[in-house]
């Protein structure tokens, strides 16, 4: 399946719409999961709503553990065991 294509829906009175199948796929999403609309004046995104917090949360945590002198899996590791009272 192309990554990029254009697909449409109809709304209904409520406001509704119904993500097709394609897209629901592509997004990783099924019935009960949510979603993000992401609005860019009358461009709008839709997203996956967990995948895109985490992405989010990535970029905004990007540098940290450098600056918290965390720079190999050893240093992550001890810093681990110290938060659990392991050592």
């Known amino acids: 399946m192309p990554t990029t294509f254009t697909d449409n829906a109809k709304v209904m009175p409520k406001g509704q719409v119904t993500i097709p199948k394609e897209v629901?796929?592509?997004?990783?999403?099924?019935?009960?999961d949510k979603v993000t609309f992401i609005v860019d004046g009358t461009t709008v995104r839709v997203a996956n709503a967990a995948q895109y917090a985490m992405r989010l949360l990535q970029e905004e945590m990007r540098g940290e553990a450098e600056q918290a002198g965390l720079?190999?899996?050893?240093?992550?590791?001890?810093?681990?065991?110290?938060?659990?009272g392991d050592g």
């Open 24 to 32: 629901r796929e592509v997004l990783g999403v099924q019935s009960g």
């Open 71 to 84: 720079t190999s899996e050893d240093d992550v590791a001890a810093f681990v065991s110290s938060m659990r």
